[in-house]
């Protein structure tokens, strides 16, 4: 099955005809994939008989991308940034988000920053990886604009500070009228909280979300054991596995230069970038695994480890209890933090 909110009555009167026919060996499982916050999600659950869980979680991933999104009009996070630094009402979760994400910002000094849209905007990897033929020079996509030049990389670090936004209960404000912030690195790791919470308040005690590489277990799979949540190895296919991680309601994300990118002469340009130079982060990492209870704290520290590099990265989170981290470089060395299953 395949959803999203914009087919998403067409989809279910789809989805109601396949599950009411469920196979034998495997009674009780359904399985949805959907596109949500430019990312590919897929909900295994299991013991949803009327399939009320499958509904509320897609119900609310809609709900959260019409809050969250910076591309969605209207959103708590679109009226922010066009608010011309007047003070914007928003939602408590916003607000709540915001105020986690700024804690991350001072915790890291700022390699993880919100106000990093102006960057992402010139960057635009997502749009730019299906621009790229792969025959570009690097002299071309400097000229075609592919590549940004160093004086709009400039003209953009301008507005890219975090202690520009202040959040007072549910009133933000940012003190600089241009900045904007997206929430993309931190965002998903929310939402996969929030929908971990539903299914157990909907006595779901089994089930898999997997939004975009940003897996949250709930509770066992059906028969006790653990889920077995497997690594990816950096620009290889899904299905190879570089090393398996064992769950039993915790989360784990990766924030990987492989997941957006594109490619210009040898050199890769990706989506998670550095507040200090205005580059994608290029420190040797292709990859940083953060595996955490919540979520949200494995979305915000993969991307805040990814750009802090693996030195600092690795001692950022030996300092945090209960936080546990993999750093892949490029020549594919894999790095775990003291408490970091090995298999
Ligand atoms: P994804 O799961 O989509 O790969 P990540 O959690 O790795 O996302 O975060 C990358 C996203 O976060 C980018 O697409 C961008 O929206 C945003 N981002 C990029 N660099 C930073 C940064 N230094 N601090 C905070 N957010 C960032
Ligand atoms: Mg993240």
């Known amino acids: ?189 929310y939402i996969a909280d929030c929908l971990e919470d539903y299914l157990l308040s909907q006595g779901i005690e089994s089930a898999l979300i997997n939004l975009g590489g940003n897996v949250q277990t709930v509770g066992t799979k059906p028969d006790g054991s653990s889920w077995k949540i497997g690594i990816q190895k950096p620009f290889g296919g899904s299905s190879d596995i570089i090393t398996v991680v064992e769950c039993t309601g915790e989360s784990v994300v990766t924030s990987g230069t492989y997941e957006r990118y594109f490619e210009i002469d040898g050199t890769i340009y990706h989506h998670i970038l550095d507040p200090n130079t205005g580059y994608p982060a290029d420190n040797g990492l292709v990859s940083v695994t953060i595996l955490a209870d919540s979520s949200t704290v494995c979305d915000a520290l993969s991307t805040t480890c990814f750009v802090l590099g693996l030195e600092d990265g690795m001692e950022l989170i030996e300092s945090i209890d209960s936080v546990e981290a993999l750093f892949i470089t490029e020549d594919e060395v894999m790095y775990r933090t003291s408490g970091f299953p090995e298999n």
Not at 37 to 43: F, S
Not at 134 to 156: K, N, Q, R, V, W
Not at 159 to 180: K, M, Q
């Open 1 to 189: 099955m395949f959803r999203s909110h914009r087919f998403l009555s067409l989809m279910l009167s789809a989805a109601l005809l396949f599950q009411a026919v469920p196979a034998r060996a495997e009674e009780e499982k359904t399985s949805e994939t959907g596109f949500f916050l430019d990312t590919v999600i897929t909900i295994t659950l299991y013991g949803d008989k009327d399939s009320t869980a499958m509904d509320g979680c897609f119900a609310l991933l809609d709900q959260y991308e019409q809050m969250l999104s910076r591309t969605v009009e209207g959103s708590d996070v679109w009226n922010i940034n066009h608010s011309n630094g007047e003070p914007t009402e928003v939602s408590e979760e916003t607000a709540w988000l915001i105020e986690t994400a700024l804690y991350y910002s001072e915790l890291s000094d700022g390699a993880f920053d919100i106000t990093i849209t102006p960057l992402v905007e010139l960057w635009d990897v997502q749009n730019k990886a299906s621009l790229v033929t792969g025959d570009e020079t690097a002299e071309e996509a400097y000229a075609s604009g592919l590549i940004p030049s160093e004086e709009e990389i400039e003209t953009a670090l301008l507005h890219i500070d975090y202690t520009a936004v202040s959040c007072e209960g549910t009133t933000v404000t940012l003190s600089d009228p241009e900045a904007e912030i997206d929430l993309g690195g931190i965002a998903k790791g």
